[in-house]
């Protein structure tokens, strides 16, 4: 019913303005009181003035009424209902005759065409101004998707990287509502160039809203971290405070250093993208929550070696969660199946897009933006790859990621599942990772063990490193000074004889399992350096 | 990122007077105990053969294959022969390396560990 109120506080409020300018008709308003009235839809009032049509004289009345009382208390004697349609849209409410006498029968007869002819056109009245505030808002959310699709179109970049080697293409078609897809570029200092793509839940102003200020922060933070998984978390925890309730931000982050085409990703649970390559294409799976969910999460980092020929393929669940007619849904396997298509680079986009059309069928409203990065590994840049003396070529390596560990019994355990995750995108060859995982194991055991004698206040500090031709493991403990009598080599026989000790496989098995195997030392450090060739280079 | 300690279980069965002890987990220094307590009550039926079964066995380090070359010697000492079943292609490797497999026969599974065991006997 409050309709009915503002109904007859507007009109009030009219006539309380005209007092004010016009004082000498004080008079007027001293005879109309304002009276707020707030009637339930199941106050009685309102079903008897629906069964009992005309002027009431409300001092008969024996109803247990909110309503009732309140215009009682008010000094009402008549109440004049005016209905629509079975509604009750409004009412004249009049005191006791200023000549303090009863109101008549014609009184009551003047009143009551006045209320059979007020009726409608207050309902009028109201129709209009109801569709007035429906336009307004028709309006107000056309100005909203306007400028949601401004800040979206103004933050995308401008110009795609130009690299040496690689073709980037880039497309993007926002939704009638725009949704929060973004995708950027990052130069980084040494070189190496960021391929950032996400996707902000929600649509229209906030989601832009929040789409810029992650880009942002993942500005701020790429300048700073190196590291794809630290930038993420690092976004993570300075969005999480601030986002609005049941938003949040999928993204993805690939690191590619152009040099050696080693691409580096960590996932706040966007959609995996693909990599496309000669042997068929793959899913680039590493494991994150999306951004501003929960504070003080870790994301998963993957490398993988990027192959000539190779296109990796950024998106968002605009392409796979396009529908057709029918109700189908274009879907991910789909999309990975059309990566088979000879098409690279701008055509394998045009080819994509195609096949959605073709797919979602002519007058497809766009349910959610759709956008689509590609990059594509053309040849491998030729004045980066050294030649030395015997021949061999070699690129330089690039830490993938550093990182430590208290010496605590059992710890080898992490090293070796980090490590893994870390290269496990790289190209080692059946049963490799097994061997590494093992040397990494058995050196972060003995550095655990003889360098920093389990002391967990002195770290065991491991460093990842790549390169197109190999992965090094660095693992540096507190052991540093003179090196130790070197540990015989072990012999089984010897063992089972009872003439050697049972143990001391530690760096047997190391020497085993790696290609190569390199110990460094100074007054403070030992540092152990693993490799293992890339299957590329065996 | 956390990575939970497997931990190691050793359980014994005797079929036929034979002795299979089947290993869980990871086997490391936190295995010595169970092993060996598991190793004991497996003669309690005096094989002649005691298979260890690593079927269920994800990760062994260098403390751990000291164990085995303990028990191994301990097996010889007392003239038991030591068989292995479900090792996996990276431990088989291991195996190879350490040189425990020109001691301890590979089988690849269960079925035909106890097969040669039998025409061993």
Redesign the interface.
């Known amino acids: 019913m409050i309709a009915i109120r503002n109904f007859w506080q507007n009109l009030f409020e009219g006539r309380e303005k005209e007092a004010e300018t016009q004082p000498e008709q004080t008079a007027v308003s001293t005879i109309v009181n304002r009276i707020d009235l707030d009637i339930a839809p199941n106050d009685p009032l309102v079903s008897y003035f629906r069964t009992t049509p005309g002027v009431v004289d409300i001092r008969e009345l024996d109803l247990k009424s909110a309503a009732l009382s309140q215009l009682r208390e008010a000094g009402v004697v008549l109440v004049v209902p005016l209905m629509s349609q079975g509604e009750l849209i409004g009412m004249i409410n009049l005191g006791p005759r200023l000549s303090e006498q009863e109101y008549s029968a014609d009184d009551r007869k003047l009143l009551n065409d006045l209320a059979t002819q007020a009726a409608p056109a207050v309902r009028v009245a109201q129709l209009v101004r109801q569709q007035q505030a429906e336009a307004l808002e028709r309006g107000r959310i056309e100005q909203e998707l306007k400028i949601a699709a401004i800040i979206q179109q103004t933050l995308l970049p401008k110009s795609l990287p130009a690299i040496d080697g690689y073709e980037v293409a880039a497309y993007y078609q926002p939704a009638r509502e725009v949704g929060g897809d973004f995708y950027e570029f990052l130069y980084l200092d040494d070189g190496r160039i960021a391929f950032i793509i996400g996707d902000v839940t929600d649509k229209g102003v906030p989601a832009a809203l929040v789409m810029a200020t992650t880009r942002t922060l993942l500005r701020a933070a790429a300048e700073r971290l190196t590291s794809p998984g630290a930038v993420l978390e690092r976004v993570n925890d300075l969005l999480e405070p601030d986002i609005p309730a049941r938003m949040f931000v999928t993204c993805l982050y690939a690191l590619l250093d152009p040099k050696t085409g080693l691409l580096q990703f960590a996932n706040a649970g966007h959609d995996l993208p693909y990599r496309a390559g000669q042997t068929g294409t793959d899913e680039l799976h590493a494991r994150g929550m999306p951004l501003g969910l929960m504070p003080g999460m870790?994301y998963?980092e993957k490398t993988i070696q990027l192959n000539p020929g190779d296109t990796v393929l950024l998106y968002s669940d605009g392409l796979a969660e396009a529908h057709a007619p029918d109700g189908e849904m274009f879907g991910f396997p789909r999309v990975k199946a059309l990566l088979d298509h000879e098409a690279r680079g701008q055509e394998l986009i045009d080819y994509l897009l195609s096949e959605l059309a073709d797919f979602t069928g002519e007058g497809w409203e766009q349910e959610d933006d759709v956008t689509l990065v590609t990059l594509q590994y053309k040849a491998r840049p030729e004045e980066d790859v050294q030649f030395m003396n015997n021949g061999q070529v070699t690129t330089e390596r690039q830490t993938v990621a550093t990182f430590e560990l208290p010496s605590q019994?059992?710890n080898?355990?992490?090293a070796m599942?980090?490590v893994a995750e870390l290269v496990g995108g790289m190209n080692l060859g059946n049963?490799r990772l097994?061997?590494l995982k093992?040397a990494v194991?058995?050196a972060t055991?003995n550095a655990m063990e003889h360098g920093n004698k389990y002391d967990k206040n002195r770290p065991v500090r491991i460093e990842v490193q790549t390169s197109s031709q190999d992965v090094a493991v660095r693992i540096t403990d507190e052991g540093g000074g003179p090196p130790e009598v070197v540990s015989e080599t072990?012999d089984?026989?010897a063992?089972?004889a009872?003439e050697q000790?049972?143990?001391?496989?530690?760096l047997?098995?190391i020497q085993?399992m790696v290609d190569e195997m390199n110990v460094t030392r100074d007054e403070q450090y030992h540092t152990i350096e693993l490799v293992l060739n890339l299957e590329s280079n065996q | 990122m956390t990575v939970r300690e497997k931990e190691f279980s050793a359980t014994v069965r005797q079929p036929n007077g034979m002795a299979i002890i089947d290993l869980r987990g990871e086997i490391n220094a936190f295995a010595e105990a169970s092993l060996h307590a598991a190793y004991d009550r497996a003669l309690d039926s005096d094989p002649a053969t005691i298979i260890l079964n690593f079927s269920d066995v994800a990760y062994i380090n260098s403390t751990g294959i000291a164990l085995i070359v303990g028990l191994l010697a301990q097996a010889r000492k007392t003239h038991r022969r030591l068989i292995t079943c479900g090792l996996s292609e990276h431990y088989q490797e291991i195996f190879h390396i350490t040189r425990l497999s020109d001691f301890m026969t590979i089988y690849t599974d269960e079925a035909s560990a106890l097969a040669g065991a039998m025409s061993n006997k």
């Open positions: 870790t998963e019994p059992g080898e355990r992490q599942e980090k049963g097994e061997k093992t194991a058995e055991m072990p089984l026989a063992k089972l009872g000790s049972p143990r001391g496989w530690g047997f098995l085993n």
